[in-house]
């Protein structure tokens, strides 16, 4: 089966203890007065999304909180048409139907998902929604569905002409195997730090091009795509979900920087593991980005062609990821 246009597209946290730019503390030593300083926002986002994590940047530093800069940056790229692997415009399943997965979770472990949703462009926003509107986590299908139009959202039809076309191409010969390239990837995660201080994290796609109807890949999933933990840090995945959802990535790149690994050491080790259950190079990618609270950076990836971009202090560049191939 043809993989997800891995587009050369591409989490990164903050640091230390919350204290308010306007007290003031006492220097023992010096008897002296100094000001805190507020936290630098950031925002980081996998592959090379300059649109996206700009969006997210500014929103950051016009005062927006982490989640919410995360949510109205990914919209972006969700409202992209050219985009095949995110939104409007997504690769088709095999019955030629887009179906969109996301996944929100904030600084307070709060989250929300929805899974396989037909004709709601803004899915990352609508993951907030039941993560606010509802005593649910996860929402599927066409539940998911009515839920958007209950709360306002006007659904539309997400096959371009593009990628009709090219699923109309795929059904002739219907290549089920996955292949990889440095344009194979499905998802854009992104972590954003606002400046309180607080991490936050957002994660979206279309799913594998010509999926089994219902599929349901990493990205919301919980701890797999996407985890969050504001006294550590957070991680985000790409690449074939399956593999990341067999070692609960995400959440396992959290719990090793909770043990002291920094982000680069958490990102490799999860590649390993996937990497462990297979003999020789795979034909699949799996990419991880992730931050402490630090702000340390780190990204790995099984083969070469994954990168992310970062914004910090206006400034918005995209970085290239190691990777073990």
């Known amino acids: 089966m043809k993989r997800r246009n891995f587009l050369d597209q591409s989490t990164i946290g903050f640091a230390g203890l919350l204290i308010s730019p306007n007290i003031l503390c006492l220097n023992k030593k010096k008897n002296a007065v100094i000001d805190n300083k507020k936290f630098e926002p950031f925002a980081v986002s996998t592959w090379n999304v300059p649109m996206a994590n700009n969006i997210a940047g500014n929103q950051l530093d016009n005062g927006a909180n982490a989640l919410d800069a995360a949510v109205k940056g990914v919209a972006y790229e969700e409202a992209n048409i050219l985009n095949t692997t995110v939104g409007k415009g997504g690769s088709p399943d095999r019955d030629g139907n887009v179906t969109l997965d996301a996944c929100v979770m904030n600084h307070e472990g709060n989250c929300g998902a929805v899974l396989a949703v037909q004709n709601i462009t803004h899915v990352a926003a609508l993951a907030k ?21 209950n709360q306002g959202y006007i659904p539309e039809n997400l096959l371009s002409d593009e990628s009709k076309k090219a699923w109309e191409k795929w059904l002739k010969n219907k290549d089920f195997k996955v292949k990889i390239n440095v344009e194979n990837h499905d998802t854009i995660g992104m972590l954003c730090c606002d400046s309180a201080g607080n991490l936050s994290g957002a994660c979206t796609t279309s799913g594998l091009a010509y999926k089994m109807p219902g599929r349901v890949g990493d990205s919301p999933i919980i701890g797999s795509g996407l985890f969050v933990d504001n006294s550590v840090g957070g991680a985000v995945a790409t690449g074939l979900g399956e593999e990341v959802i067999k070692t609960v990535g995400s959440f396992l790149i959290v719990e090793l920087m909770r043990q002291g690994r920094s982000p680069q050491e958490a990102c490799e080790e999860a590649i390993q593991r996937i990497l462990g259950k297979h003999k020789g190079k795979p034909d699949f990618q799996v990419a991880y980005l992730a931050t402490n609270k630090k702000g340390d950076i780190g990204s790995y990836s099984i083969a070469s062609g994954f990168s992310y971009t970062h914004y910090k202090n206006k400034i918005n560049k995209n970085i290239n990821s190691g990777s073990v191939y």
């Open 129 to 149: 929604e039941v993560m606010i509107q509802t005593p649910h986590v996860i929402l599927a299908g066409e539940g998911a569905r009515k839920f958007a139009i």
